[in-house]
Structure formats: structure tokens, C-alpha cells
């Protein structure tokens, strides 16, 4: 999906927004750190309840780390103390009630179009 180039640039240089993936390694750290704010937990303890690789743990608490997201202290990682943290919680926990909300129903009949909302405005 094409994004706006500079909005995106800027986003990412100025941390303004937290864009991370649903799915994505980061998120599935984030998610589960969200669940226990009080607690940190060693790598191998995060790697073994987000089923993520060894490899990819490390270099993904670093990034997370660089954002102000999650907060080091060896040798334990805890969620960070940050607003866009709250922000992304309230937007999943949204997500969920819609989602619970509208389970039922069917839009297998709607039809994904190049009109851009923003345009529309």
C-alpha cells in the first residue's frame, strides 16, 4: 500500500505517531510488555511469550528502545512510560470492540476502490 512519502518520513524522524504493524515483531513486544507495565522481563522470558526468534528479540527491544518505548535496565525490559503507548492501547482496545461488535457481519460483497477519503474532505 503506497503511503505518503514525506508524512512518513517525518512521522518516523520526528516520533510524532507510533507506526508499528499489527503482526510485526515490535508489536507483539509492545503488546505483551503493555499487559504487565509493572514488570520487566528478561529477553529469553519475552522471546518465549511472543514466540518471536532470538535474533530477531534483540535488535527489535534496541529499536524500541531508540523510540522511547520500552525502558532497559539490565537485564530487563519493561514497556515505556510514553503517551503514543496509551494512544495505541486505546486504539486496539477500539479495535476489539468493533470488531466484537461486527463480528457477524458479512462484507464479502464490498469492493475495495482507488478513491483516496482524504480527497473527499
Do not use: C
Not at 531508540?66 to 482496545?93: C, F, K, N
Not at 468493533?98 to 458479512?106: A, G, Q, S
Amino acid at each position: 500500500m503506497p503511503v505518503e512519502f514525506d508524512e512518513y518520513r517525518r512521522d518516523r524522524e520526528g516520533n510524532e505517531t507510533l507506526a508499528i504493524d499489527p503482526g510485526s515483531n515490535a508489536y507483539e513486544i509492545l503488546s505483551f510488555l503493555a499487559e504487565y507495565p509493572a514488570l520487566g522481563f528478561k529477553p529469553a522470558e519475552i522471546a518465549d511469550e511472543v514466540d518471536i526468534p532470538r535474533g530477531s528479540l534483540n535488535p527489535t527491544l534496541a529499536r524500541l528502545e531508540e523510540q522511547g518505548l520500552v525502558e532497559h535496565e539490565p537485564p530487563y525490559w519493561s514497556i515505556g512510560d510514553d503517551d503514543r503507548i496509551a494512544a495505541m492501547g486505546a486504539t486496539m482496545y477500539s479495535m476489539q470492540a468493533f470488531e466484537e461488535r461486527y463480528e457477524d457481519d458479512d462484507f464479502s460483497g464490498w469492493k475495495q476502490t482507488d478513491v483516496d477519503p482524504r480527497e473527499h474532505r
